[in-house]
């Protein structure tokens, strides 16, 4: 293993301004729970996003959970999944005691595949499933196909729960990603675009939705001047102190999609040079209706193609020069924990996590860094 420092594969990079908040939560001894830089932080992720309302909670899971409670799931229901994600997608779902029901990818975006989505809607609901909710997500920053999802889910009457947790900044048809759903989720954990050390957020239009997540999210107590609780609550709010980090990092947010896409554009320009030789690529390319913000940069080739070359080779070259690469999110219909849920398969997902990598994506790679990546590919490729 090379001693050469670490280049992570999305670490967080502060923009300046958040120590000044966090020392302003100190100073006014607003540290926990909640206070003005909650407050402000709300307002601002629902202005940028576009929706009426946002409850700044604790984690993307923890809006997933929720929004689910907010649709109304419960034990013996069925939501349906994207399959190629990350767990937080699903195990919500099974918190509940439902049933995910997954969908495939579609080529192209590598998201929710909108055939096999109608599929999984008309036969769950013909094997006698009491489906509840579709949970698309937009994979690595790339929208998924937020109209025809969204027709398919206004035709079998179903809200959409829209998992923007690695999309925020991205649009479809000039819409941000997340404000297409009933309810939306974000996350600000330490590896996404934006951070505040650990975090998400529920947005929506629908204020009594949002005020029921904030509500629900600090232990559903009632009011009245004992703690009385008639509903099942969860300790799920940010704290005062982490939404300051997540004001100081708004005020980066476009820069950092910037640096990003500046970073995918780099990255295929490179790749391009590979194909001059005969090498095969795959990337999650945008449409015209499409704007990522390239969360992560990632490129999927089939070995019995590029002379075998194969996705684990080129990660543990990376890793030889202490260079973080990642294969992409293993699809939940394969994980131990999912096996016996239902499956609507055509095979993208599978082909993608067999040869697809996740590569070094920070906004904080420096030119040092990508003489060192650089390096490492054409050694792998040349």
Aim: proline share 5%; aromatic share 10%.
């Amino acid at each position: 293993m090379s001693m050469k420092p670490k280049i992570w594969l999305s670490s967080p990079h502060m923009g300046g301004r958040e120590q000044d908040y966090v020392a302003e939560a100190f100073a006014t001894n607003w540290i926990a729970p909640l206070g003005p830089h909650v407050n402000e932080f709300e307002r601002r992720l629902a202005e940028y996003n576009g929706v009426g309302h946002a409850a700044a909670l604790s984690s993307g899971t923890a809006a997933l959970h929720l929004g689910l409670i907010l649709l109304d799931v419960g034990p013996g229901d069925a939501v349906i999944v994207q399959s190629m994600t990350f767990s937080a997608s699903a195990n919500p779902v099974a918190y509940l005691g439902a049933t995910p029901v997954f969908v495939d990818s579609e080529p192209g975006t590598w998201n929710m595949d909108p055939e096999q989505l109608e599929r999984a809607i008309v036969e769950s609901r013909a094997r006698g499933l009491n489906v509840k909710a579709i949970i698309p997500v937009h994979l690595y920053g790339m929208p998924a196909q937020m109209d025809r999802i969204g027709t398919l889910a206004e035709q079998y009457g179903l809200p959409l729960l829209e998992d923007a947790a690695e999309a925020l900044g991205s649009t479809f048809d000039g819409q941000k990603c997340g404000s297409f759903g009933r309810l939306g989720v974000l996350s600000f954990n330490g590896n996404k675009i934006i951070t505040t050390s650990g975090g998400g957020a529920l947005i929506g239009n629908e204020a009594a939705l949002i005020e029921k997540s904030r509500f629900l999210s600090t232990q559903a107590r009632d009011a009245a001047p004992h703690y009385q609780h008639s509903h099942i609550g969860y300790n799920y709010r940010m704290s005062n102190v982490l939404a300051g980090i997540g004001l100081g990092q708004m005020e980066v947010l476009d820069d950092r999609i910037a640096a990003r896409r500046a970073h995918y554009a780099r990255y295929v320009a490179l790749f391009r040079s590979f194909e001059a030789l005969g090498y095969v690529f795959e990337y999650q390319e945008e449409d015209t209706r499409s704007f990522s913000n390239r969360w992560l940069s990632c490129v999927a080739f089939d070995p019995a193609r590029n002379g075998g070359k194969s996705r684990e080779g080129l990660r543990l070259a990376l890793e030889t020069e202490n260079i973080e690469a990642r294969p992409l999110w293993k699809p939940m219909h394969l994980q131990p924990i999912f096996t016996s849920a239902p499956m609507y398969a055509n095979g993208v997902s599978e082909r993608l996590f067999d040869q697809g990598l996740c590569l070094p994506s920070g906004s904080n790679l420096t030119e040092s860094d990508w003489e060192r990546i650089e390096a490492a590919l054409r050694a792998y490729f040349d």
